[in-house]
Structures are given as structure tokens and as C-alpha cells.
């Protein structure tokens, strides 16, 4: 019995191993299949809610479809053509930012500041001259290799579709790899983990989705120039928990400042009051359960994350930890 088991978990093992392997060897084609699976997940509730209302799940699964598919035209018609031209008018004129950000030093009138407080001043404004310039220069090279990618995703909706479809006979798969005994634990687990956990990553992208349209309204209504590639970096890094916000702020004041003080000003309040009616309004009615994750590990898992795995670190590492934090109170639970 035991030696039948050991067999069963060194075969699982080497699966696991070939496919990470497989992963790395054939990224390109992997890449399309995980994100159709991450997408799948993500309307999920949507099939869910639609069939519920009589419609069969077939049916459901093609309405989802049709409005995701919907959404992402749009995007490629109208957003990424917008999001690149804002980008080049953007590195087009770094120079003049640059020099924009100079000129703050003798408005600043720091000359009775310590040394050392100077100093900090100094290579903070060179911080964010050199984020400003790489920080656009990645996302102008994102969006290209996104474009670039766009035939190698053709058949992302084929693998959401079977995903929704066959959803049950996926998760018969997982589920064989454990024993009878472990089977109903770890189904048990996986909803703790999807009630907080898939609560959170939907909530955020709708959080984003909303943020970015308030702030191009705000900022097309105001005549901020690039206001499309603004609000996009607003909405993405809005994700990411207390440095988002900053981060998002950063591009749409120093490119308002550019244009006068005063609009810089009125930027500032502006995002503010998106940032608070966000806050204080939509994001309590859209969150339900928080990952209950202390302020301080959150900082932690951020800085952590941005520094061993970059933009994606900074997005991804806040809900593995919340994973992690499920999956540990569980065993806890459970075991002890």
C-alpha cells in the first residue's frame, strides 16, 4: 500500500516538474493558455449569474464571451492607438520634464537646509526624473510587445471557452491528484480561498476600470494633455495597496506642472477626490471581505515583490499572500 503511494507521488512530482519545465521552454505558447485560464476564472461569476437566470450555461458562456471579446476590441481600436501616440508625445518631450523638474530646485529655497537634507532633495528629484523616463519607456515597450503578441492569443477565446464549459471536468483533473481522504479538505480549502481571494482580484480590476474612466474624464475635461496614457498608468497601479495611488499621482502632476501651476494644483485635488471617492465610496461596496492582512506584512510582501519580480511582483504579490495566509489559518485550523 505504501510503496502503490510513493509511486503515485513521484509520478505526480515529475509531471509537476515537466511542466514547469514546459513552461520555460515554450513560454510563448504557455502564456496564452494561462491567461485564458486566469480570464476563465475571472468571469466565472458572470456565466454563473447569466445562467442562473434560465439561460443555459452554454448560452451564458457565449454572452461572457461576446462581451469580453467586445471590451478588448474596443481596447485595440480605440486605447492602444491612444496609449501610444500619448507615449511618444510623452518621451518625445523627457527633455523638457527633465528640465521642468529642475527648474523646482531654486523654487524650492532650500539654501538654509542642512546639507544632508539637500542632498536627499537632490537625488530625490533625480529619482523621479529617472523613473519618469524608464517608467514610460517600459510601458511604450510593454504595449508594442502586447501588440506584437496579439496573433499568438487568437485562440484565447477557444481556451476560455472550454475552460467555462468544461469547468467541471477540469477540476475533476485536480482533484485526482489527491487521495479520497485529502480530496474534500482540499475542495474545502480552494473555496476559502476563491470566497476571499477571487472577491479581492475581481473587485480591483473593476476598481481600475472605474478609476482610469474617472480619471480621463477628470483630466479630458480639464485639457491635461496625455490624459489616455494617464489614466491607464493611474488605473493599473491603483492595484497595487498605498504606493498605487502615489505612483499614478507621479506622471499626471509633473505633466501638468509642465503646462502651469495652476493646472498642477487643480490635478492634485482632483486626483485626490478621485482617490477618496474611491476609497470612502466605491471600494467599501465592492471589496466585501478584506484579505485581513496587517498594513505593515503588506508593505513587507510589496517591497519584496518589487524587488525580486518587478511591475508584476508589485501586482501579484499582495493576493499570494493572501493565499498563503488562507492556506496556513486552514492547516491551522484543521491540524491543530
Do not use: C
Not at 448560452?59 to 481600436?77: C, D, H, K, Q
Not at 518621451?91 to 537646509?113: A, R, T, V
Not at 481522504?181 to 479581492?200: A, P, T, V
Not at 490635478?267 to 482617490?275: H, L, R, W
Amino acid at each position: 500500500m505504501l510503496k502503490k503511494i510513493s509511486i503515485k507521488y513521484i509520478i505526480i512530482i515529475v509531471l509537476v516538474l515537466l511542466m514547469i519545465s514546459l513552461v520555460f521552454i515554450s513560454r510563448t505558447i504557455i502564456k496564452p493558455i494561462v491567461f485564458s485560464a486566469i480570464m476563465a476564472y475571472i468571469l466565472n461569476p458572470l456565466v454563473k449569474l447569466i445562467s442562473g437566470r434560465g439561460i443555459k450555461k452554454k448560452n451564458a458562456v457565449l454572452i461572457s464571451l461576446a462581451l469580453l471579446l467586445g471590451i478588448f476590441i474596443l481596447i485595440i481600436l480605440y486605447v492602444i492607438p491612444g496609449v501610444i501616440k500619448d507615449v511618444m508625445g510623452i518621451l518625445s518631450n523627457i527633455d523638457k520634464y527633465n528640465q521642468m523638474i529642475n527648474s523646482l530646485i531654486p523654487k524650492i529655497g532650500y539654501d538654509g537646509f542642512p546639507v544632508y537634507l539637500k542632498e536627499v532633495i537632490d537625488a530625490t528629484l533625480i529619482k523621479i526624473q529617472e523613473f519618469l523616463k524608464n517608467y514610460l519607456s517600459n510601458t511604450f515597450s510593454e504595449i508594442l510587445n502586447f501588440t506584437m503578441e496579439i496573433p499568438t492569443y487568437a485562440l484565447t477565446p477557444i481556451f476560455i471557452y472550454y475552460f467555462l464549459i468544461d469547468s467541471d471536468y477540469f477540476s475533476g483533473i485536480l482533484k485526482s491528484f489527491f487521495s479520497i481522504k485529502f480530496r474534500g479538505k482540499m475542495i474545502e480549502l480552494w473555496h476559502e480561498i476563491d470566497k476571499i481571494l477571487g472577491s479581492f482580484i475581481r473587485s480591483q480590476i473593476i476598481l481600475s476600470i472605474i478609476i482610469a474612466g474617472m480619471t480621463f474624464v477628470a483630466l479630458s475635461v480639464m485639457k491635461v494633455k496625455y490624459a489616455i496614457i494617464i489614466a491607464l498608468i493611474n488605473g493599473i497601479t491603483n492595484i497595487i495597496p498605498y504606493f498605487g495611488p502615489i505612483i499614478g499621482f507621479l506622471p499626471a502632476f509633473f505633466i501638468a506642472a509642465s503646462e502651469s501651476l495652476k493646472k498642477a494644483v487643480i490635478v492634485s485635488i482632483t486626483m485626490f477626490i478621485i482617490q477618496e471617492i474611491e476609497s470612502s465610496v466605491i471600494a467599501p461596496k465592492l471589496m466585501g471581505e478584506s484579505l485581513g492582512i496587517h498594513p505593515v506584512f503588506i508593505m513587507i510582501v510589496l517591497i519584496l515583490g518589487g524587488k525580486y519580480f518587478g511591475a508584476w511582483g508589485l501586482v501579484l504579490s499582495v493576493p499570494l499572500a493572501g493565499m498563503v495566509r488562507v492556506t496556513y489559518r486552514y492547516i491551522i485550523k484543521n491540524l491543530f
